[in-house]
């Protein structure tokens, strides 16, 4: 039996975690790549001729590249999806890509900056604050975000600085409290996605453990009563199983008006048997005897029991004192045919066995006693008539 799942330690829930930030982040990359291509050529449109030179055009050129590159990455992503990641090389990947992208971002919109009149700075400024803002989806791991709002707003905050002019300072000072502030709200954003998702770990771990405690009590509920119906040294059922099931085969065969027949077998002089080998070989004989018996039932719903000591009987639910006449003889000649020795039998050289055969069709006349009644005085009729054979005594309709 399977061991229940021991619980996740902190360097799984951490793997665990990583592998499900990593996914969601590659999930957002193509709404992302699109919106983001959108806005460059928006902003490469409306720029384009205020700059002088092609510098606006070779910067939408190369954020495309980056966009593009980005995509790719994550269409090899899901092509791997299947097979062992290792996810850590996948982070890595994100957070280059998260770095050039802000980069190529805060490198174009610098350029313009520098190259535009004053009247479109402020236009430029709210960009890249927006562009800073939106980057929060990347919060999912705040390293991602971090390195990409570094690369956005970092050489915008240096070039304001640099210009000396107090609104410029103004406004790379109001940047870098707004970039400390977004890093303070991406920092938490992540902590509780981690959060969230290390409980959902930690449930589906408990729920995985509690499913494979769940089958193991299942698996020794059914070993344990699977040992309380068998008879430890035959294994075959054993006296209480076969009450039980009596009951329910007899009801079944009243309500169905079916037939039910029964074979009661006893082993010939085995107290002789047990007296002149002993104990040890009359255990292997009943369990050898058992064997057989079990192995010429035709059905599954057919049943052999040790009905106690040497006795053993058979249930036929479905069947016609006829069939189990027949059956019955078939017993008898497969444990001749055995051949083991009887040295102090009356009636053979080998082990055999008397059988009494009844059935009948059970209605509010007939009763589960009178059943048993008449398979133990078939039994003893058998025994009677010098053992070593079958006789049968049906109960009610059947009755010849």
């Not at 304001?160 to 709200?185: R, S």
């Not at 981690?194 to 193991?216: C, I, M, P, V, Y």
């Amino acid at each position: 039996m399977q061991a229940p799942a021991p619980l996740l330690n902190e360097q799984s829930i951490a793997s665990s975690v990583l592998a499900e930030q990593i996914k969601m982040l590659m999930a957002q990359i193509p709404t992302s790549a699109v919106m983001s291509f959108l806005l460059a050529s928006f902003v490469a449109l409306v720029f384009g001729d205020l700059v002088e030179g092609n510098s606006v055009l070779i910067w939408w050129c190369v954020l495309s590249v980056l966009f593009l590159a980005q995509y790719i990455l994550h269409i090899n992503f899901n092509r791997q999806h299947s097979q062992a990641i290792n996810y850590q090389h996948w982070f890595y990947a994100i957070l280059v890509s998260a770095a050039a992208l802000g980069l190529g971002w805060s490198t174009g919109l610098t350029i313009m900056l520098n190259g535009v009149p004053e009247q479109y700075h402020i236009f430029l400024i709210i960009l890249l604050i927006s562009l800073a803002s939106a980057g929060i989806t990347l919060a999912i791991r705040t390293v991602v975000y971090c390195v990409f709002q570094l690369g956005v707003l970092l050489p915008t905050i240096a070039w304001l600085l640099l210009q000396k002019q107090t609104i410029n300072v103004v406004l790379g000072v109001f940047l870098i409290i707004f970039m400390v502030a977004m890093w303070l709200f991406a920092h938490q954003v992540s902590r509780a996605l981690f959060n969230s998702f290390r409980l959902q770990l930690e449930n589906q771990s408990l729920a995985n453990s509690l499913k494979q405690s769940n089958a193991r009590l299942h698996v020794l509920n059914e070993e344990l009563t699977q040992l309380s119906a068998t008879d430890s040294l035959t294994q075959v059922a054993n006296r209480r199983y076969f009450d039980n099931r009596f009951v329910s085969e007899f009801s079944r065969a009243s309500r169905e008006n079916s037939a039910l027949s029964m074979i009661m077998i006893d082993v010939d002089f085995f107290k002789n048997y047990n007296d002149e080998l002993g104990h040890v070989a009359g255990d292997e004989c009943l369990q050898k005897l058992a064997i057989a018996i079990r192995d010429s039932l035709k059905r599954p719903t057919d049943l052999v029991a040790r009905y106690g000591g040497e006795e053993f009987i058979v249930l036929l639910p479905s069947t016609t004192v006829e069939g189990a006449m027949s059956l019955a003889e078939e017993i008898r000649i497969e444990i001749i045919k055995m051949k083991l020795i009887h040295p102090t039998s009356a009636v053979s050289s080998y082990v055999t066995v008397s059988l009494g055969v009844t059935g009948t069709y059970p209605g509010k006349d007939v009763t589960k006693e009178m059943l048993l009644k008449k398979a133990d005085e078939a039994l003893y009729n058998a025994k009677a008539a010098g053992r070593n054979n079958v006789k049968c005594e049906p109960l009610g309709a059947d009755k010849t």
